[in-house]
């Protein structure tokens, strides 16, 4: 075998996604409907709105995507109330963090994670060979003291998801001013607020664009959640312009497909979506609950549109029979939550169905 | 500012596309149709058959893509009659080109390229801070002797794009054959065959898959050209499967979006439209050459969708006023070719208006 660019290469346990429906029907065979709650994606499809954005762009597939998301950039930031300059789309936002650890680390350099959390920080950091200092969730939190004590010299990324997946928790805006008083001039805080607009609302939730000027902060959001559109893969970071300027020049050229931009500048302004989105999440939050407490599980207070729920015993196999009656949820071993598994929030119907079936097993 | 990664990105010129239609007319306030012979693309729009897979996954988008891409897999890999686990599919195939500089490559590291050709391989090194070996081309093709004597034992990967971009130039079986026997067993052959359909029935055009057993050799496709689909973002890789494992340790779980995916699956089965393309191609090939030649301007012979013409005179200019007219064609500085325009076949009226309007200018 040829050499690899690091030994962790070789090492590294790829992320494991949520099962797709298509996989589990064509494994087990299932003719029946099969739902699934696993990948926190919106149980919505996209609105009508955002759908005939996308037939509209289908003849001009053969054409490259606009390169620097003109119109994209532009809705956004007028969203955002920041200049064009401020943003940074990819696809997903989990390019972002690859586009951020190739424009500010090199081998030998530090990066600060949170265990459990999204598992991409740990693997992206080590496939590009960087020291990755990990500190335990306190009481299924982010403990940012604890974070704070990692930070060195030779930190160049702290990771903080907020809110956090798989735990749903999320750091208040105090508990983050205190932190990035720590932080030193070297050293970029990159918050991932994929599920921002689930949490935005939400008791003391930090208001995270004012550290832009100060600090290093890069922020990522995404239209993979609260905009229904996983499938088309647009997320984007938000930073000063230095720093998008910089992980511009390490982007390939056409990252966000042409769908994806046409789907999300039509999104942004479809308040009448978000709004189903969230009142179908909080009805659902409180049902999953009521229902998971009253079967005697602990559920984590979620500020996103999942649950992290402790069953507080065989979990796999729990797992393997719900996903039997195609019910496909996402076990947890794979981040060292034994006897958990996380829910995604479904449609009404869906939340019973599970429940229903959560009896049974 | 903050520390870079390393020194080249901040000198690295980042890569230009050819400009946008709709740019194109915003910045020129032109309302006529524009018409763009700039970027290879395919000048027909996707067939109905592909637009409609597209249309059956649109209420999905909800979903993650299948990260594993299975059902693309299986089609090319029928196609191709090679296994699955031979595939790795990309968000367009420049991101194969970034998965291996990530899995194979580190600092210090060389890569051999070719100038002028496509511009990422060189682009992308730079960024993975790895010692680029420029060969120039020779009579507007590979100059693989020269590229020869350049192995040594810190090459990790020769590029070669074959049918070549910008000159449309290809290396012949035979050419590749006698370069094979002379790279190492620590040494990768990049094979860029973006163009493969155009070119497959040249005279000595190579059987690249030949290679893949007894060496290393990455092969990457795309659907970007012959499918149309450049704007959905989809291309794949060819190799050995330690080779693919290798590449698939470093790659985004959700890096080909789903439409990309579903497009590309019924793409590669609807030979009507290939076919419809080539001869569009041929034909207007034809058209150009020989309009081109008796305006006096040399063309490199092209086994591809574009033609690089010699201008011999201000191509820059050119360029602007061609662009005031509403024909994008893509000018040549930036691949130190001073003189020369590249322009991609077009229909057979597009064709026309462009001969017309150099005839003006």
């Not at 992320?15 to 409907?33: A, S």
């Not at 029979?321 to 496909?328: N, Q, S």
């Amino acid at each position: 075998m040829i050499r690899l660019a690091n030994k962790n290469i070789l090492k590294i346990r790829t992320y494991k996604p949520g099962k797709p429906i298509e996989e589990v029907k064509r494994e087990l065979r299932l003719k029946d409907r099969v739902i699934k709650m696993a990948s926190n994606e919106n149980t919505l499809s996209p609105s009508r709105r955002v759908l005939g954005a996308i037939k509209r762009k289908l003849n001009d597939l053969n054409r490259y995507p606009d390169g620097g998301c003109f119109y994209l950039k532009r809705a956004v930031s007028t969203m955002l109330r920041l200049e064009p300059e401020n943003l940074i789309f990819g696809n997903g936002s989990d390019e972002i963090i690859i586009l951020a650890l190739k424009a500010f680390t090199k081998k030998g350099d530090e990066v600060i994670v949170a265990r459990p959390t999204f598992l991409i920080y740990e693997i992206a950091s080590l496939i590009q060979d960087l020291k990755v200092k990990v500190v335990p969730l306190k009481g299924f939190r982010y403990d940012l003291d604890k974070m704070a004590e990692k930070l060195s010299e030779k930190t160049k990324i702290v990771f903080i998801a907020n809110p956090d997946n798989p735990t749903g928790s999320y750091v208040t805006g105090k508990e983050l001013d205190c932190f990035m008083k720590k932080v030193g001039k070297d050293t970029i805080v990159f918050l991932d607020e994929a599920y921002y607009e689930f949490a935005k609302n939400m008791k003391n939730y930090p208001k995270s664009i004012k550290y832009l000027k100060a600090k290093n902060v890069i922020i990522t959001r995404t239209f993979s959640k609260i905009y229904a559109l996983a499938g088309l893969r647009v997320g984007y970071g938000v930073a000063r312009k230095e720093l998008i300027s910089a992980m511009n020049k390490v982007r390939e050229p056409f990252n966000v497909n042409s769908l994806a931009q046409a789907a999300a500048v039509e999104a942004v302004n479809d308040n009448k979506f978000v709004s189903k989105t969230l009142k179908l999440t909080a009805t659902g939050k409180q049902y999953l609950y009521k229902n998971l407490e009253s079967l005697g599980y602990d559920c984590v207070k979620s500020a996103t549109n999942f649950i992290l729920v402790n069953l507080k015993r065989n979990s796999k196999l729990i797992y393997r029979k719900l996903l039997k009656k195609g019910i496909i949820v996402r076990e947890m071993s794979q981040w060292g939550l034994k006897g958990f598994i996380r829910v995604t929030i479904g449609t009404m119907s869906e939340n019973k169905r599970f429940i229903k079936a959560l009896k049974e097993v």
